[in-house]
């Protein structure tokens, strides 16, 4: 295992600090990876041992010069100035000469400085932007006291693998009286009802709390009081509590507010408290009112009869992964005991921030993680551009040398040049991540449900952290930079600055540091070459319906008038009927669920031909309650039988439309048109087989779908499905003038396309592939300029020898080809190396790839082409000049 | 009552030369050693307390090679000095003298 790299590092310690210090312990740290080494077999035990030694060894070297800087402060302190040293003043005193002459030096070389200050202020922007993300979303704590401690306690079902967090009312029963791990377990759930007042019916947003929400939640009304355990029972008088701003805006204030009453929906309800300012469970969706939510003492006898969320307060000291196996130790008690029910049903426990951020949080950090490239990649080629700007400085170091100054003096000169540069590229990357941020949030998959992206800004962590990553880079290009200084003697500068040019060994290590750039560029075309596939797998994807042309809106028939089923079933009649009168409209049908925004309603599917086994629980297949007209305005093909439609309302017997998965697993080989499935005690028909659509997300698989008839399971709220002949955003007006004709108090609410529905599904997608495109591009062009920059001074450097090629009759085409050869090898190792590491960085981007294998051929061909053209174009320009080189001069002037 | 004087050596340098004075001994197992006592260094900072050990003449100190596995590496050893030898034992005279001392000592004539 080779490690001349630490010991070339450790050179640049002080003799004595070298010697004593860091030899010893570089031995020590040898013997103990020899002797690890001996029990690492694997390749994955060899690189985890390598990374350590890595890591251990630069804290060695980090430790010896934290010692070495305790040694020198306590000299300064007890020793007495030796008219033989320079007086103990020197650190700061050098470090100001070294900041004015590295100021002197930024703006004696403007080009240089600016190209700089650019390539860095792209790394250290597109880290800052996307790190204020993360601190959003993922450390910033949540709204609420002690939120860390907060979980969700949700179930999966192993058979189908959909993980659900709506808990049956009698299993949150059993589990809150069950555990052992929460000081307090609550249930709540949201809905949304009309606030009738005076004048139009305002929709709001409310959610049902049990009382030990409020002590879960740790939420103190602004005034009144939180529910009682009283308010929480059947019969109990109807109690709400508003929000601090529904009191101040619609309520206007009202001082005796906890005195009145509000009409929510069908019911008159007491204000019993305020909830505080800026309240919202769960954050960011809007929280106007809260109710009481009815759950019985004891589990009943129908254990599903209703369904609740659950949330719980771990005990203090309880970590999670004991709340975990309390939940699932529980959940097998259910399955034993509750076959029925809870067979293949896993109850599983997440932190409140986890379940918030679902899927977002691998997104963001391999996001992060892909800046981090983009940074190091600029900060290797700044570091090449100090190297190369060293050769204009060679005198002047050399100068430096002969007259006594160490390498370590140089080396500090050279860091702090670097972190002028740094300090200058973060502060514009700061302008630069204060404009994107905001869009970056804006671009994130529904944005509204993830906590903290309407909190995005740049606070004094995110800036600390931009100052950090300046430091950092700062360090990391310096000590590229340093590697010219650290093998010269001051006797060979003196001689070299004759040359004018890079030594071997900085030549080399600039080299490499192109390699290792142009493997870095690689790993992020790859990664962006992955996702583009990924995303156009997924835009390809044909949902099983019609999106264009369709618009969505949230209809709501007036609280109190339609109270009975016929009565409403004959109003959306009518309604329909209107609707399809317009001449901007096609078709229009209703339906429960909107496809494609990851609804997960299952419905148990039995035949009564094949009863179940007793203590066996009936597959679950999706559950939609759609009218006829809902499968004409998606365009789902009708692939046999008949779609609803008036025959099916009122006292009809019951009948079900299945999708072809259904048919396909549960009629094999059989016609399910005209055959019947369970429903509870009765049986309803199979009148008509569709096709299959997409139902969560586009990249979720086509589910089996059992359909109802909407004119049999309607509400006061639905959402109307209306295929238009043009543009749909712009047939509303006429919609809505013509349902208020209808029904002057209805409401109407969020319209939006279809197709806008079905672009949301794959905004994960669409973002990871802009973002990491633009990273890829931005690498592509930092390894095209480090490629051109290394080559035009290897070009440099090799005039003579370039002459007298010329001279001896080599032609120019044989010049070309000898710079292009050179560039060629470059590349080509940095290309292998990154085509590698590109394939292990892939498989952690699989979860987010859709139809694309993380080895997908056409990606890393694809990346391979496009940096080999790079490689070839920036190669090019160097190789040119060397081929109009002339010999005469050249050979006249050596 | 005869003058007295405190040793010289630090608790941890009179540990150190505890652990050498029966035999040499490679760094890191002087650092176990340390550790032991709950005294966890660095590996830099345990190095430069030698080498101040070094530099005061109480230790010996060279790089040895041995073979761990397959592979050949170098250790740097210690051995205690004569005079490292000589302050220990003052030192360790120091304590058992006040080991020797009765519970209660009246110091003062006063």
């Known amino acids: 295992m080779r490690s001349g790299w630490i010991e070339r590092l450790g050179r640049l310690l002080p003799e004595e600090i070298g010697r004593d210090l860091f030899q010893p312990a570089l031995a020590d740290l040898h ?87 650019l390539t860095l202020a792209l790394g250290i922007g597109a880290n800052t932007a996307l790190f204020a993300l993360v601190q959003a979303v993922l450390l910033r704590p949540l709204p609420y006291a002690d939120g860390d401690r907060l979980v969700l306690v949700k179930h999966r079902d192993v058979r189908s693998g959909l993980s659900k967090q709506d808990i049956a009312i009698g299993d949150f029963v059993d589990l809150k009286a069950r555990q052992q791990s929460f000081e307090a377990f609550a249930g709540y759930s949201g809905f949304q009802a009309p606030l009738v007042g005076a004048g139009e019916p305002l929709r709001v947003q409310g959610a049902t709390f049990t009382p030990e929400a409020f002590g879960v939640l740790g939420l103190q009304p602004a005034m009144g009081r939180t529910f009682q355990a009283a308010d929480a029972i059947e019969g109990a008088a109807p109690v709400v509590i508003v929000s601090y701003e529904l009191w101040r805006t619609t309520l206007g204030s009202d001082p005796l507010i906890l005195s009145r009453s509000i009409q929510l929906g069908t019911t008159r309800r007491l204000v019993v408290g305020v909830a505080p300012p800026g309240f919202h469970f769960p954050p960011g969706a809007p929280t106007d009112v809260i109710v009481p939510a009815m759950v019985p003492a004891t589990a009943p006898a129908v254990r599903s009869a209703g369904w609740i969320y659950a949330i719980a307060r771990l005990k203090a000291g309880v970590p999670l992964a004991r709340a975990e196996a309390d939940v699932a130790a529980i959940s097998e008690q259910f399955e034993h005991e509750f076959p029925q029910q809870n067979q293949g049903s896993r109850y599983y426990a997440e932190t409140l921030r986890d379940g918030l951020v679902g899927d977002t949080r691998r997104p963001l950090l391999m996001l992060l993680a892909s800046a981090g490239f983009v940074l190091l990649i600029a900060c290797v080629n700044v570091g090449n551009l100090l190297l190369a700007r060293s050769l204009a400085r060679q005198a002047e170091m050399a100068m430096r040398l002969a007259l006594g100054a160490g390498r370590w003096r140089l080396v500090a000169q050279t860091l702090t040049e670097g972190l002028v540069l740094a300090l200058a590229g973060g502060a514009v990357g700061v302008l630069v991540a204060w404009q994107t941020a905001p869009t970056l949030a804006s671009l994130m998959p529904q944005p509204s449900r993830i906590p903290g992206l309407d909190r995005v800004d740049l606070n004094p962590a995110v800036l600390a952290f931009s100052l950090g990553a300046s430091i950092v880079a700062a360090m990391v290009f310096s000590l590229v930079a340093c590697l010219g200084l650290m093998r010269e003697s001051a006797r060979d500068a003196l001689q070299v600055q004759r040359r004018t040019t890079m030594t071997g060994g900085a030549r080399r290590a600039a080299s490499l540091l192109v390699a290792a750039e142009i493997a870095l560029a690689v790993v992020l075309l790859i990664g962006a070459g992955l996702t583009l596939r990924s995303f156009a797998s997924l835009i390809a994807v044909d949902p099983g319906f019609t999106a264009d042309g369709v618009l969505t809106v949230q209809f709501g028939l007036p609280v109190g008038r339609y109270t009975d089923q016929p009565a409403r079933t ?88 299945v999708s072809d998965s259904i048919a396909e697993r549960y009629f094999p080989g059989e016609n399910p048109v005209g055959k019947r499935i369970q429903l509870g005690e009765s049986t309803a028909e199979i009148v008509g087989r569709v096709g299959d659509i997409r139902r969560a997300s586009l990249s979720d698989a086509p589910r089996a779908d059992l359909y109802f008839p909407f004119e049999r399971q309607n509400g006061n709220g639905i959402t109307l499905f209306i295929r238009t002949t043009g543009d749909p955003l712009l047939a509303f007006p006429a919609i809505r003038a013509a349902v208020r004709q209808v029904e002057p108090n209805a409401l109407l609410f969020e319209a939006r396309t279809l197709s806008d529905i079905a672009a949301q599904s794959a905004a994960a997608s669409r973002l990871a592939m802009r973002l990491l495109g633009g990273f890829a591009l931005i690498a592509l062009a930092l390894a095209g300029v480090g490629i051109y920059g290394v080559m035009s001074y290897s070009v440099r450097r090799r005039t003579r020898e370039l002459g007298t090629r010329l001279a001896l009759g080599a032609s120019r085409r044989d010049i070309v ?31 987010m790839l859709y139809g694309v294998p993380p080895w997908d051929p056409p990606a890393l061909l694809a990346a391979g082409a496009v940096l080999t053209v790079t490689a070839l174009a920036a190669s090019y320009f160097p190789a040119r000049r060397a081929s109009r080189v002339d010999p005469a001069m050249t050979l006249a002037s050596e | 009552m005869p003058k007295r004087a405190l040793p010289a050596l630090t608790h941890l340098q009179y540990l150190v030369l505890g652990v050498l004075r029966s035999e040499e001994q490679p760094g890191r197992v002087l650092r176990q050693a340390l550790a032991s006592y709950g005294v966890r260094r660095s590996g830099p900072a345990f190095y430069q307390l030698m080498a101040r050990m070094e530099r005061a003449r109480l230790v010996e100190g060279w790089y040895e090679q041995v073979t761990v596995g397959d592979q050949a590496v170098t250790e740097r050893r210690y051995r205690i000095t004569r005079d490292g030898t000589r302050q220990w034992s003052e030192a360790h005279a120091f304590y058992e003298e006040l080991a020797r001392l009765p519970a209660r000592v009246r110091w003062s004539d006063a």
């Open chain 1, 817 to 847: 080809w000898l710079v292009m050869r050179q560039a060629g090898i470059i590349a080509g190792a940095g290309l292998v190396a990154g085509t590698v590491a590109g394939l292990a960085a892939a498989r952690a981007l699989s979860s």
């Open chain 1, 31 to 117: 013997y103990e990876l020899a002797r690890r080494r001996g029990r690492a077999i694997s390749r994955l035990s060899r690189l985890r041992l390598r990374l350590w030694f890595g890591a251990s060894a630069l804290w060695l070297l980090a430790d010896c010069v934290r010692l070495m800087s305790i040694d020198r402060l306590s000299r300064r302190f007890t020793a007495p100035p030796s008219p033989m040293q320079a007086p103990r003043k020197e650190w700061l005193t050098m470090f100001a000469i070294d900041l004015r002459h590295a100021l002197r030096l930024f703006q004696r070389e403007p080009a240089f400085s600016a190209s700089v200050v």
């Open chain 1, 570 to 657: 004959a109003a959306y009649r009518q309604m329909f009927d209107t609707l399809a009168q317009l001449p901007e409209v096609e078709t229009v049908g209703a339906a429960a669920v909107t496809p494609l925004t990851g609804n997960n309603w299952t419905a148990p599917l039995v035949r009564p031909e094949h009863p179940l086994a007793a203590g066996q629980r009936p597959p679950e297949v999706g559950w939609q309650a759609a009218s006829g007209g809902y499968f004409r305005a998606l365009q789902i093909p009708l692939r046999d039988g008949r779609l609803f439609d008036a025959r099916d309302s009122g006292a009809a017997p019951p009948v079900v439309i």
